[in-house]
């Protein structure tokens, strides 16, 4: 056994808060994240054996609590959205939906800045509710690693996948959260700026029509406000 | 390259690993050369890193009282 009790009761009181938030986001119900809580430490108290040393105790346990919630999941019938995800990897030139690109207009770099002015208007609830709306196998991705600070490789100890996969996934799922956290800007009155270009200081950049761009972002400026 | 030893595309496609520092030193050294050049990579390297900031101000919740007081009777039942 790698730990004794009192360590392990320790252990379990300091992670408790996050076991809880990550069980609440999970679940999306109170009473059933308290239950999933409850069952992951007294499953973990049982496999006790399995935790090879306690520095390891958070990214087990969290396991135990994931796998957990995967059991029960299938218990009610549910099948999982983590679940036989085969082709992981981004295709070739595949690319994510940002945010940024849809707001940043680099000649406005010294008068306003309309990707950081969407970020000051983020509220914590809209945060929650584009995290709820995430399918389940990228939740629990962008959850652990911008949420609980996992490593790439605890994430992957956590989920028993490959470290690549961790790293694709966390694409899809940011790109993800982003379109939806744009879509409920845009239903919340947020007016879309033509497309960005990059602008890069070794020349070559496209620039936006200004006149354009300088209407969105006095559009973008009044938004939500 | 001349300018910035890395060029923007692929200082986009390791951002993130950047952001979560999973870029081992040399690919970090090389990003970092290139956010101090490129404005435009800068700026959006800014926008996740906050966007980043902000989900983990999520995370740092209390537990409920009524969870503390459940795990606690489990663990004294242990």
């Known amino acids: ?225 | 390259m001349t300018k910035h030893e890395i060029d923007c595309e692929r200082a986009l496609k390791q951002l993130f690993e950047f952001i979560d520092q999973e870029l081992p030193e040399d690919r970090r050294d090389e990003m970092q050369r290139h956010l101090h050049t490129c404005r435009s990579c800068f700026s959006r390297f800014e926008f996740e890193r906050r966007l980043k900031e902000k989900l983990g101000g999520l995370g740092k919740g209390e537990p409920s009282s009524g969870i503390s007081d459940r795990i606690t009777k489990l663990l004294s039942s242990l």
């Not at chain 1, 309309?114 to 945060?127: A, H, M, Y």
């Open chain 1, 1 to 225: 056994m790698a730990i004794l009790k009192k360590a392990f009761e320790n252990q379990v009181i300091d992670l408790l808060g996050r076991m809880h938030g990550v069980a609440c986001r999970l679940t999306r119900n109170d009473a059933d994240a308290e239950d999933l809580v409850a069952e992951t430490v007294a499953r973990a108290w049982r496999a006790l054996d399995t935790l090879e040393h306690e520095a390891a105790f958070r990214g087990w346990i969290f396991k135990i609590l994931h796998n957990t919630f995967l059991d029960e999941c299938r218990r009610r019938g549910a099948r999982p959205q983590f679940e036989s995800f085969g082709c992981e990897e981004p295709e070739e030139g595949e690319q994510q939906f940002s945010v940024f690109e849809q707001m940043h207009q680099p000649f406005l770099l010294w008068f306003s800045n309309p990707e950081q002015e969407f970020l000051d208007k983020i509220l914590r609830d809209d945060l929650e509710r584009a995290l709820a709306t995430l399918p389940e196998h990228y939740r629990i991705v962008v959850i652990l690693s911008d949420l609980e600070e996992f490593s790439y490789s605890e994430i992957a100890m956590t989920l028993a996948v490959p470290v690549g996969t961790v790293r694709s996934r966390l694409a899809r799922a940011r790109g993800t959260l982003q379109k939806i956290l744009w879509q409920q800007a845009r239903d919340a009155g947020l007016s879309a700026a033509p497309p960005a270009r990059h602008e890069c200081e070794d020349g070559k950049a496209d620039t936006p029509r200004p006149a354009t761009a300088r209407q969105a972002a006095r559009a973008n400026k009044d938004w939500k406000s």
